[in-house]
């Protein structure tokens, strides 16, 4: 049972080119979310899902677009990376006390 | 405006005591608070959690206190291994109904515990 799986673990971008992080889980869940760790900050909420078909926008969504692709699928891209946008970024899914997956570090130069 | 603080940026502790790490938060429409805890290049696990109309919550080693006058929670582990060493976050969620599981966690704190 793989839970939440993210793809790709690493990824160094340049400031302007655009990538897609890929999240699947694999609990039936309604419900997915992006996170953006970062020093200082904790982990704070980017886009959601409630279930299939929805999508909304959590407290930091500027820069980032996500697709529910289906049940099992949430992906976020950044159309053109920046500097800020330097991270971990994690997928989560389920309720409260839901399932993390274990992160995407991504390096914007 | 950060809603949830963790005014410790770590806490040492040695093997065998008690380690307390604590949590403030300013908006009081949260209603049910959790733990997670976090080793590096590892994404957070659920470790407690607490609904505000308890004031308490124990789980074998953890327990998680709630002081909702204050606004305050904590969680406490007895006895302390080396093995509990990781980053510790705590967040809040408000469930109205309409909150969709969307959390708001605070900042983080360091635990090491010496063996």
């Known amino acids: 049972n793989a839970g939440v799986t993210q793809t790709p673990k690493f990824q160094v971008l340049k400031t302007g080119q655009s990538m897609t992080l890929q999240c699947a889980q694999d609990?039936?869940?309604?419900?997915m979310y992006w996170y953006r760790q970062d020093p200082g900050m904790g982990l704070r909420l980017i886009y959601y899902?409630?279930?299939?078909?929805?999508?909304d926008k959590g407290e930091v969504p500027n820069g980032y677009n996500v697709s529910r692709l289906n049940k099992r699928e949430f992906s976020l891209r950044l159309e053109s990376a920046a500097p800020s946008q330097t991270s971990v970024y994690f997928c989560?899914?389920?309720?409260?006390?839901?399932?993390f997956g274990s992160g995407t570090r991504l390096t914007v130069v | 405006d950060q809603q949830v603080k963790q005014n410790s940026p770590s806490l040492s502790v040695q093997e065998g005591r008690i380690s307390i790490l604590n949590c403030d938060y300013t908006?009081?429409?949260?209603?049910?608070f959790l733990w997670y805890k976090k080793y590096p290049a590892e994404g957070p696990t659920f470790l407690i959690s607490?609904?505000?109309?308890?004031d308490k919550n124990e789980d074998g080693r953890f327990t998680v206190f709630l002081n909702k006058s204050a606004k305050h929670l904590s969680l406490h582990i007895v006895p302390s291994q080396p093995g509990d060493s990781a980053v510790y976050f705590c967040?809040?969620?408000?469930?109205?109904?309409?909150?969709?599981?969307?959390?708001?966690f605070g900042q983080g704190t360091i635990l090491t515990v010496h063996p």
């Open positions: 989560a899914s389920g309720t409260p006390g839901y399932t």
């Open positions: 899902s409630a279930s299939e078909g929805t999508t």
């Open positions: 967040a809040a969620i408000q469930d109205g109904g309409t909150s969709y599981g969307k959390l708001t």
């Open positions: 607490i609904s505000s109309i308890k």
């Open positions: 609990m039936n869940h309604n419900s």
């Open positions: 908006n009081s429409m949260f209603d049910y």
